[in-house]
């Protein structure tokens, strides 16, 4: 058995410290390009969403690398995303490919459904090694997305442009040599350090945005065509309102003080949007209330072609920005997206909320 | 006779490339409207050649800005001191030239935006998306089909009585639908103001969806030329839709004031002169086989001298171009 996964961002990073620390044989799929994406559009359906199309894209190019398990999360959920790993696990086969899907289910009454997969794809490790195994993993999740959160804050600042991309493509470039979560976590540390000491200019006011959304775009650069460091590289703090680690907090954690932060965040929008309607709609709305109120200078939603909640919370935003004198724009990705185009509207809206601001100051 | 500082801007587009000579007070001194025929750099070369011979003599340029999707092509070849998106340019434009506007609606040749003012700052904007039905392009084509010169189009809008309902949604299918229209015996200028008013229904639909058009509403891009699409605003909106003087150049006309306000800072200009033209420009295309994105990397040179670079997702290529680079030539 050798396993592999869909790509998300990062969290390749704690999914491979994972299996090694169970001593599975894992295959990290290579990072996204346009061939997964020509791969995994060939035998999806169209009217299919961007994720799944690269998702597909991901299990091939594993599999061409050796793999013949895949393993994802499903959530049953009320997106389609719920239903990929069944439509995914058909796809391959009806195209002739001899790939085991093992989808972890969040468990409804009965755990025992998903103990027995867990323990599939954990070769014959004790349960206390795959409790350890998983702590360990969510402790890097955590990591991981601390040291982007440093770079955010670092690239607006760097003295010398271009440092903290550098160093990111260095960490990224590296980090799969580590073997075992120990070693993970060590290397991730080094990069924090490393992060915290690139220097800032003193003068530095960056504009600030938060970026809201559909969870898959939001995380995957080579879905959202990097938009975190071309903000960056545009001046701009970014500020992300849904990450990996805050996905594992709310679904695989115990981490109470986050559970009740995140209940409030999601009540004070309750005049825009007062329930689940599926993905993450509701926090798309919740953080961007957050945002308007905690002062930053706008917001930019991203959401793959299609992605039902997503396309409703867009049509909510409006009345925020309306109500709060607050820029919102909205991106739509697809595997069509051209990146010209792309680029002239992020730099459009960052000069807007550059004007806007220059004009407040000059009123106030 | 007095010195005076001269800024240059410059639109490079899908299918036009327009220069400005604008003077310290935004006066226009000169404006040329090009195609880009999809030879960007032969017809840049041009358009400068040509603006060259307009300066008054004792006058020299002070600065440059470049917008348009082939901006960073326009500011490699020429130094460029600003160079900025088109929703910008066109709004600094607008605010310099119609202060009290609110809305502008610009179809240019393959993209139509709409840009909302308020309190003299660009407040919201959105671009079209995936289609260009209804953009400058599709005009052309049906203009061309239908055998009538583009410029004669929008009068003859203005000349239909009762004109036909065209199915605007998507150029392919208003394409047939006009050739249905045709067949069942409609005049050519009832399907001409048809197409106009589909046109408009498409943009407010798309563009324009969601977003509070209020007075002074301002209408501009090549596409303004045509009267039947004003008209046709006009009768959407309930309300005076204005064409500016400028109007088919004023993507160039908000870079030309951009590089006034940047220089007034005080930097010295990077604007390689006219010195650019004789030069011998060549842009060519390659694609990196650095990993699985296989991006397809665009470069300048002339005389042999790598200018820029562009086109690369990781920025390797395009950071090893500006280092390459000798220190700025100044005239």
Known sequence: MT??????????IPVKALFDDLGVPVVVPPPVSKRTLEIGTRISPEMACLPMKINLGNYIESMERGADTIVLTGSCGPCRFGYYGIVEQEILRDQGYE???????APGRDPRPLLKQIQRISGSSPWTKIIRAFLNASKIVERVDELADILLRKRPRELKRGESDELQSRFEREVLKCRGSKEMLDFIAVFKEKADSIPERRDASPLRIGLVGEIYTLIEPYVNLNIENKLGSLGVEVHRGITAADWVKTHLSFDLKFKRERKLKLKKC??????????????????????????????????????MPEIVAESILPAISRERGFPVMTLTVDELTGEAGYMTRLEAFVDLLSQKKGKEYEQA | MSKLDLYIGLDVGSVSINLILLDEKYHVLEKIYLRTQGKPVAILSQGLEMLRNSIPAGCSIAGAGATGSGRELAAAMVGADVVKNEITAHGMAVLQYIPDAQTILEIGGQ???????????????????????????????????????????????????????????????????MIHKQQMGCSTEDIIKGLCQALVRNYLSNVGKGKEILPKIVFQGGVAANEGIRRSFEDA??????????????????????????????????????????????????????????????????CGNIQARWGDRCGKWSTAARAAQPAETLI
Request: charged residues 20%.
């Open chain 1, 3 to 12: 396993i592999t996964f869909p790509h998300m961002g990062r969290i390749y």
């Open chain 1, 99 to 105: 790939m085991d899907v093992v989808i972890l289910d």
């Open chain 2, 237 to 302: 909106l309930k309300q005076p839709v204005v064409v500016p003087e400028h109007y088919d150049v004023m993507g160039a006309l908000g870079a030309a004031i951009l590089a006034h306000k940047e220089m007034k800072k005080g930097r010295t200009t990077r604007f390689r002169g006219f010195l650019s033209m004789q030069e011998d420009f060549t842009a060519r295309s390659f694609s990196c086989n650095g990993c699985a994105n296989l991006c397809e990397i665009v470069e300048l040179s002339s």
């Open chain 2, 111 to 177: 993209d139509s935006k709409i840009i909302l003012l308020r309190n003299g700052v660009v407040s919201d904007f959105a671009m079209n998306t995936v289609c260009a039905a209804g953009t400058g392009s599709f005009l052309d084509r049906q203009a061309a089909r239908l055998g009538i010169p583009i410029q004669e189009f929008g009068a003859i809008a203005l000349k239909s009585c009762s004109p036909v309902r065209i199915a605007g949604r998507c150029a392919v299918f208003a394409e047939s639908d």
């Open chain 1, 270 to 307: 309750g005049n825009y949007l007062d329930l689940c309607i599926g993905g993450h709609a509701w926090e798309t709305i919740a953080s961007t209330v957050h945002y308007a109120d905690t002062g930053l200078d706008g917001v930019i939603q991203i959401l793959p072609f299609g992605c």
